[in-house]
């Protein structure tokens, strides 16, 4: 067994959270990466008919697809070896309303992959829930502007990494901080006034932002 070095952030508190977090997943072997309450406000927020966009796949591939049984999921992932797991888990799960694409790593090639398969699930290529938790995440956030439909949400997992906020993760960039870059900034200034939930763990972020109705 490997044990990782203790390091400077390895306080009481921070041990704590990590051990509730082993137990919580080892409790909910199923359920998404996200922090416990954020999946606990996904069980009551997702419709079943939602068509719902994922930047990095996974177990919550299938956790969403359940779910959305009368909805889509548009799943994007760049790893060549990960797809082909999670592609074979999806077939033998039996789960067919999920758009399931390789892309590129580079952004442009990244975001146009999700673009295109939304294409193919949403009849007016707009998503009511956008989760963004792969890769070139400052991208993702400034294309899901765009792709959200009015009264959706989009979600940010580790958002603490790119956006300022009170969080007891080592890795938190701090409240007092401004977003890591203009990217960043701009989702800021966008979701400004829209509703908003913060989850965390003592390890993690997880945040809802949820797009003004019409009207």
Not at 16 to 44: F, M
Not at 56 to 74: E, P, Y
Not at 203 to 215: D, L, R, S, V
Request: glycine share 8%; with cysteine; proline share 7%.
């Amino acid at each position: 067994m490997c044990i990782p070095r203790p390091r400077a952030h390895w306080t009481p508190r921070y041990v704590r959270d990590r051990i509730r977090l082993a137990l919580w997943q080892r409790a909910n072997p199923g359920a998404p990466w996200l922090t416990a309450d954020a999946v606990s406000a996904l069980t009551t927020l997702l419709r079943p008919t939602d068509v719902l966009v994922e930047f990095g796949s996974g177990r919550s591939t299938a956790w969403f697809a359940r779910r959305l049984s009368a909805g889509r999921v548009v799943s994007v992932e760049h790893h060549a070896e990960w797809f082909q797991k999670v592609q074979g888990d999806l077939r033998a799960a039996g789960l067919g309303n999920v758009v399931y694409r390789r892309a590129p790593q580079e952004a442009p090639g990244y975001v146009a992959a999700a673009e295109a398969a939304l294409a193919e699930a949403s009849p007016d290529g707009r998503a009511d829930v956008i989760l963004n938790d792969g890769i070139v995440r400052a991208a993702v956030a400034a294309w899901s502007l765009g792709k959200v439909r009015p009264g959706g949400m989009i979600i940010v997992d580790n958002v603490q990494r790119y956006l300022p906020c009170e969080s007891g993760s080592p890795a938190a960039i701090g409240p007092s901080a401004r977003p890591i870059n203009a990217d960043w900034q701009a989702f800021a200034d966008a979701t400004a006034g829209w509703r908003q939930l913060w989850t965390q763990n003592g390890i993690e972020n997880t945040a809802f932002f949820f797009a003004p109705p019409t009207g």
